[in-house]
Nanobody, 123 residues
Framework: VQLVESGGGLVQPGGSLRLSCVAS????????MGWFRQAPGKEREFVAQ????????YYADSVKGRFSNSRDNARNTVYLQMNSLKPEDTAVYYC?????????????????WGQGTQVTVSS
């Protein structure tokens, strides 16, 4: 199982980024996918989750209305579109895969993780 994130970078407040996570080594369409983030000195926190078919999404209150989670099962890829970025969104962002069809925000429920991509929001 391999998950590779990309798309992070430096952006000004109010700007946008789109993160991608390409999966390999497993049946992508059979796994729910999540996004988490971890800022320096803080615990890893839930950002968003999307179900196996892409029909249901769930977001942390801190990003609701600004971030959008989607997936393309034909391309084994999940996306996180981030708009109206704030300095407090600065963190390393990780995608993760959960083989159990459930709604969960617990990092330990996700069995596979990417290496992360840095997002920095600063003027």
């Amino acid at each position: 199982v391999q998950l590779v994130e990309s798309g992070g970078g430096l952006v000004q407040p109010g700007g946008s980024l789109r993160l991608s996570c390409v999966a390999s080594g497993f049946t992508f369409g059979s796994y729910a996918m999540g996004w988490f983030r971890q800022a320096p000195g803080k615990e890893r926190e839930f950002v968003a989750q999307i179900n196996r078919s892409g029909t249901n999404t769930y977001y942390a209150d801190s990003v609701k209305g600004r971030f959008s989670n989607s997936r393309d099962n034909a391309r084994n890829t999940v996306y996180l579109q981030m708009n109206s970025l704030k300095p407090e969104d600065t963190a390393v962002y990780y995608c993760a895969a959960d083989r159990v069809p459930r709604l969960t925000i617990v990092p330990g429920d996700f069995g596979s993780w990417g290496q992360g991509t840095q997002v920095t929001v600063s003027s």
